[in-house]
């Protein structure tokens, strides 16, 4: 069994930071971090705490990059045209410079103030960010590693409020930002001779949103529809040279305009000398400050002027405010939040405070498309470079929402539970995981594609405790409210509910393997309660514990079933037997888990004091002990008195489960590590920290003693506290907008535990979500019985010589995919029958693994196919005797068959009269050369 398992996506949010339960006051910012499209507009940046989700929106999947930030992301940035780098800032003003394709870190610095925006300019060379009070440019560094990657361009200052949205213009000459003091500033980003800054205002709230109009859009405006002075019909007069929005808080936009003034002129001679002393001196200043300007001398005024950057052209010219718009007549109820532009499409998304959003074509600021998408506030809005589709994040609800505006439909809708996930369950092949959530909710996740594809309506009135799967179209859940539900996947309906003779709150569930028999126990009473499946009746009550009973599990074979309770022990009973007693396991304290390894002979027990102990279900004998207090110890949490070393509540396991042969254990407690145990040996073989996110409560191990206070620790995160009024009062009169609710930090644990039946991964869940952990993207090289004899080329040259059978175990020791993949797919069909025989039964799972691995995105499906039926003919009876050690590998392929047969049969059924038509088509024309 190998273990580089590493994390492959982390699905159950899709945008946002995780939510502690009951607090409605986000942790890093109530308006949250922004999304990014990529370059070519199919794919999504979207952070998720301190982590960033990439979402596929052509082949509809998602994946987590494998960067990880200190705390929870503030903004992020990608590079326009190559989408080579990234920057990501989180909350704390660390910053990750990151090769974006590649998913490596090159280089990590600290910037001193808030960072509230970023933007890269459009030609890639630059990037600026809000500093504070100041807008700092930044050249943009290569991609590769360098001691000190990150150049200072310029710093420039002028606004007297925080910087909270900024702008580049479309050459990348000119700087805009605006800020909380309800004015704009523009700047050149080099210095231009006789430039001064100017300052736009006419705003009363501060600002959300500035952007400037495409240069080529603005000129052709002015020459395609005004000849001489280029006069707009605006007030201003003058040739137009530049245009700009901004947006204010309380739903204001307005249309700025910047105009040259015509001056009369002296004389050719006299206007010839000054140009010329005006271009010497630009090339001069251009040249000392870095910049590209293009005032140069040229054979006329007219090629000069159109060959001018924005930078050169606004020199002594005057802005000027040419027309203002409302977005909102009641802009005290709905304040705007976020707006994004697409300058060469000239359309502006707004997205509000209600949960509305507005798309509007710009300068006229007509409304093209308006619509509700939440309750909640929109935090962030993007729109993809070909302006098709718009990306909005609401950070309270955490969810994302992808919306093609010409169709009118939804290309992407994701959110996750309200308050997190609590339990999870895979289905028998593998493809789908059924989670439940402590808001009452039950979600079916596609583990191939990482996306949420189906809410089952919510039946439960209290957190969901346990979920199982009966068979798979039958999902089973228990809940705090005292019910198990069970959940036809057909037709997405609760079709029955069990309900115990005494109301109480379930703890745990577990379902016999053939599906008919559900049994879940209680807090208070201390006791298990028996249904049967169909019948919707309660069969039987099993009592004895002493403390609630926290964990069940069946017995993979017989109908046996181990009970776990706070009382210290761990009870077997048979259920086929009414007068049976059961069998007692002594543990000396509180028992939380208990878990059947696969092949029925072995029982695993936790208790609080960090002990697992394996009992043999036979006789009754303890096996052995590992006591894994030092392994699972977790950090120190914000309001914890005593250190990590000290702090018993983490050091002891909540969930445990087998391996798929039953050689190793996955264990996970209140901590932030998940550990794997080798049985035979009792030792650990590896240890996953779930999280590295200084946001959540218990990452650190010791917390730095300038936040501890004489009143305990303080949080460190306190500079989000300004945008908390972007939230509208909830008490009718009341004028602010604090509700009384308080900031509160998830806790970084590990719920449950969960191996994958194929065994190629294994998920957790925590307060972030479903993390799963996986080897399928893994390209390592692993050989196995090597000699000299075994090498690349003499597998190729037993594939000229026609000996396939050779080759294939050669390339098996190998244990490359490439290689063994050539090797498959070279092989004739009609000797497939005579290679199979050839592998021996040490190779079996292997071949297995790989061939599940290669019919997985292969055409060939009837090859394949013809593969797995001439191993089941020749090695069935071998795999059917010792199953425990083919199971994992038959399972990824029985999961890779049914998925390939799901899409042919969608495939066929969709073009059923086509296929109806060519089979005719085909009986006509061998007719006819049949007559002939």
Known sequence: MKFNYKLHRLCGASYGTPAATGSNILSSSSKGSNIVFTSDGNNVLSPVGNRIQVLDLLHHSCRTLPIEARSNIRRIALSPNDDRLLIVVDVNHYAMLVNYRRGVILHRF???????????????????????????????????????????????????????????????????????????????????????????????????????????????????????????????????????????????????????????????????KKDGLDNLGNDAVDFFSGGGGTASSSSSKKSSAESMDQAHAIVKARWGTTSRHYFSANSSSQNVVSTSYSSKHSLLVVGFSTGLFGLYELPSVSNIHTLSLSHSTIGTVSINPSAEWLAFGCPKTQQLLIWEWRSETYILKQSGHAYGMRCLAYSPDGIVVATGGEDGTVKLWNSQ????????????????????????????????????????????????????????????????????????????????????????????????????????????????????????????????????????????????????????NQICSGTIRGLLRFWDVEDGSLVCEIDGQKDIKGGRKMNDRTTADNN?????????????????????????????????QQILLKKFQISFNRSLDGVLDELHSKNLGDGGPLDDEHDSGDENNLAAPNLPGAKRADDGSRKSRVEVLTMQVAFSPTGREWSTVSGEGLHVYSLDDDMIFDPMALTEAVTPSAVQTNIRKGK???????????????????????????????????IGQEHLSQLIQFLSKCMEDSPHVEYYLQWCLELLQTHGLFMEKNRGKYMRSFRALFRVVQSRYVDLKGICDDNKYSLDFLENQAKLLLGGQDDK
């Open 110 to 272: 600290k910037f001193k103030r808030p960072v509230r925006e970023m933007k890269f300019s459009p030609d890639g060379t630059k990037f600026a960010v809000s500093y504070g009070k100041f807008v700092q440019v930044w050249l943009t560094p290569g991609v590769r590693r360098e001691f000190a990657p990150m150049v200072l361009h310029r710093k420039y200052t002028g606004l007297v409020g925080d910087v909270t949205t900024l702008d580049w213009s479309s050459d990348s000459s000119l700087l805009l930002a605006g800020g909380k003091d309800c004015q704009a500033r523009v700047w050149t980003v080099d210095t231009v001779k006789d430039y001064e800054p100017w300052t736009l205002i006419g705003h009363k709230k501060p600002l959300v949103g500035v952007h400037f109009e495409d240069k080529e859009k603005t000129l052709a405006e002015r020459d395609q529809f005004f000849v001489g002075t280029g006069n707009t019909g605006s007030s201003l007069a003058g040739k137009l040279v530049a245009r700009c929005y901004t947006v204010s808080q309380d739903g204001v936009i307005c249309t700025r305009e910047c105009r040259n003034e015509e001056v009369e002129d002296d004389g050719p001679d006299s206007d010839d």
């Open 449 to 600: 594609s990482g996306f949420c594809y189906v809410t089952l309506p919510k039946s439960h009135t209290a957190a969901v405790t346990a979920v199982e799967f009966a068979n798979p179209t039958v999902v089973l859940t228990a809940s705090l409210d005292g019910t198990v539900r069970a959940h036809d996947l057909h037709r997405y309906r609760n079709f029955k509910t069990y309900t115990s003779d005494i109301p109480c709150q379930f703890l745990s569930m577990a379902v016999d393997k053939s599906g008919e028999v559900v049994c879940a126990g209680s807090a208070e009473p201390f006791r298990a309660c028996v249904w049967s499946v169909q019948t919707g009746k309660l069969t039987d009550v099993l009592t004895g514990h002493l403390g609630p009973v926290a964990a069940l599990a069946f017995h993979p074979v017989r109908g046996h079933l181990a009970s776990a309770s706070w009382d210290g022990t761990v009870k077997v009973w048979d259920l086929y037997k009414s007068d049976s007693t059961p069998e007692t396991f002594e543990s000396g304290a509180d028992v939380v888990c208990v878990a059947f390894r696969p092949d029925g």
């Open 648 to 680: 018993a509540s983490s050091r002891y396991f909540t969930s445990i489960t087998y391996s798929a042969d039953g050689t190793c254990l996955l264990a996970g407690g209140n901590s932030k590590y998940v550990c794997i145990y080798e049985i035979s």
């Open 804 to 838: 396939y059978g050779m080759a294939l175990l050669m390339s098996l020791h190998l244990n490359e995919f490439a290689l063994v993949k050539s090797v498959i797919e070279d092989t004739p069909y009609e000797s497939i029958a005579t290679v199979v025989r050839s």
